[in-house]
């Protein structure tokens, strides 16, 4: 999606999910953890209303703009399985967001803006799109400069990444490794994913 420069403290509290990681945005929701808006706590929800929240918090949360959520619930479509599921593992599965959960960023745009600049490679060769989509076996790594090794390096040491069940992150070297494809065990946004799929297939 385009990038949002909005209050992303204010998407956190509307959508009730702490889709934005940067500090500041974690305090303010911590300091409100309300909905934003004069009338907001007595507004009934209708079930329109539920649809659209939990599709903006994939949105918001991977960075995907409408036709590339559109693009990736077709694919979704066309995979064995539940299509909720399969909608959430193509969207783990982007580079950009393995990039951030492997540890080498503390949030998504970060990872994002480290990737268009060039600073990460996969098997050897510079990716610049954070849509890229890993398999199993792909090796991610920090380009060889040394200041770019220094700057995540720094980042890694504030880091709190959780280690991954189908990603090997070597903090030595600065790289990680896709063991396999990522389960619906592995998905780390809390969404309602069939209420997105009922919407997107009117």
Known sequence: MARYHGPKARVNRRLGVLVFENAGAIKAKERRDTVPGMHARGRRTSNYGTALSEKQKIKYYYGLGERQLRR??????????????????????????????????????????GIVHGHFRVNGVKVTSPSYLVRAGDLIEVKGRENLKNLYRGILANSSAQPLDWVTFDTENLTATVKSAPTSNDISLPVNANIVVEFLSR
């Open 72 to 113: 990736f619930f077709a694919e979704a479509v066309r995979r064995k399985g539940n299509t909720g599921e399969n909608l959430l593992i193509l969207c783990e599965r982007r580079l950009d967001n393995v990039v951030r959960r492997a540890g080498f960023t503390k949030t998504r745009p970060q990872a994002r803006q």
